[in-house]
């Protein structure tokens, strides 16, 4: 079963910064369209940002826009979100998730269920 593996989570300040990274052992997450989701103590998981198999189109939550962003590299297989101006609203726990065969263009956000492969999340805590 293939796994995706996330990192770079921690314990911030407001305004602070983190980048997060997600990366799979022996599948090309950079071919792939990647959505990053996160979900918040007693809330329900929501979509963040994703990016599209070839990498040309984003698409991202009105609550982030602007302070995230989304990219991928191919050298080493990696998917990010660097994550800019943080508060308290984004604390919660960040997950990655691939599609096998997933194929769009613009301005469009997939729903969780269009995504193969999750990781198991990093938690992201903004606090003072």
């Known amino acids: 079963q293939l796994q995706l593996v996330e990192s770079g989570g921690g314990s911030v300040q407001p305004g602070g910064s983190l980048k997060l990274s997600c990366t799979a052992a022996?599948?090309?997450?950079?071919?792939?369209?990647v959505g990053w989701f996160r979900q918040a103590p007693g809330k329900e998981r929501e979509g963040v940002a994703s990016?599209?198999?070839?990498?040309?189109?984003?698409s991202y939550a009105a609550s982030v826009k602007g302070r995230f962003t989304i990219s991928k590299d191919t050298a080493r297989n990696l998917i990010y979100l660097e994550m800019n101006d943080l508060g308290p609203e984004d604390t919660a726990i960040y997950f990655c998730?691939?599609?096998?065969?997933?194929?769009?263009?613009?301005?469009?956000?997939?729903?969780?269920?269009?995504?193969?492969?999750w990781g198991q999340g990093t938690q992201v805590t903004v606090s003072s």
């Open positions: 998730a691939a599609a096998i065969s997933l194929s769009y263009e613009g301005d469009f956000f997939p729903s969780e269920s269009a995504y193969d492969y």
């Open positions: 022996g599948f090309s997450l950079t071919l792939r369209a």
């Open positions: 990016i599209n198999a070839n990498g040309r189109s984003t």
